[in-house]
């Protein structure tokens, strides 16, 4: 007797034979690790300043050096990953939570609602996305909590129409209208059939949210429309690096950074790239 695979166990099948992925998940798993047992690992007060030790060259008592202000750039690091990983997980949770409810909306209603909410997301996505959020913090002034939303919702339109396109496919088969006949509601239907069915092409979604919103964090940071000193995000942390001095003579203070935000950018898009071949029907 044969044991059939199961859809789960081919999605995961299909995404270990993508190496890329699965080291990039290695690497993230590391990254947050790092992120969360923060306070031990640093060894010093990202905040403690010492005017004494300012703009020192990696050593034993410094890994990554020291700042202009005499901070710890590796203890920096560490807490920064905090704010950096939090925004961007925060950001694509709201993306998606708003997506999947007025896609799967639009889908199940159809008619006017799905008009209104589909001219809706045309509106959000004809816009810019970083011009109107640095207005949006400059208006209400920079802060985490603005940042994350403002970055949600405007990234909610790419979940949305994935939703709509799942409810609109589903909406016709007999056990949706069963349920309906039986007087299910739309937050029912949303719950019991739709967010399953739309899971799998939603997360692929989700990691690329969580992609551009560390990546927009860290521009919002560095034009300092983001999070404020003295807490670090990698992008404020790049704020030290804006003259030729410090490119040149002091690397330490730009490159770890930098490179932090690079190396899970691309880990983030990589799950994501091992997500979508996993899913995707084809490779069955």
Known sequence: MTNLETPRRGALRRFKQHPVAVVSVVFLLLVVVAAVFARPLAGHDPNQIDLLAARQSPSGGHWLGTDSTGRDVFARLLFAGRVSLGVGIASAALAVIVGTLLGGIAGLLGGWADGVIM??????????????????????????????????????????????????????????????????????????????????????????????????????????????????????????????????SEPWLWLSPGIAVALTVLAVNFIGDGLRDAVDPRQS
Do not use: K
């Open 119 to 248: 001219r809706l997301a045309d509106v959000f996505m004809s816009f810019p996305s970083l011009v109107v959020i640095v207005v949006v913090a400059g208006i209400l002034g920079p802060s985490v909590v603005t940042m994350v939303i403002a970055i949600g919702l405007f990234q909610w339109p790419v979940c949305g129409r994935i939703v709509r396109g799942v409810t609109l496919s589903l909406r016709e088969q007999e056990y949706v209208l069963a349920s309906r006949a039986t007087g299910a509601g739309p937050l029912w239907l949303l719950r019991r059939h739709i967010i399953p069915a739309a899971l799998p092409p939603v997360s692929v979604a989700a990691t690329l949210a969580v992609a551009q919103a560390i990546a927009l964090e860290a521009t919002l940071s560095f034009l300092g429309l983001g999070v404020q000193p003295p807490a670090a995000s990698w992008g404020n942390m790049l704020t030290d690096a804006q003259s030729l001095t410090v490119i040149r």
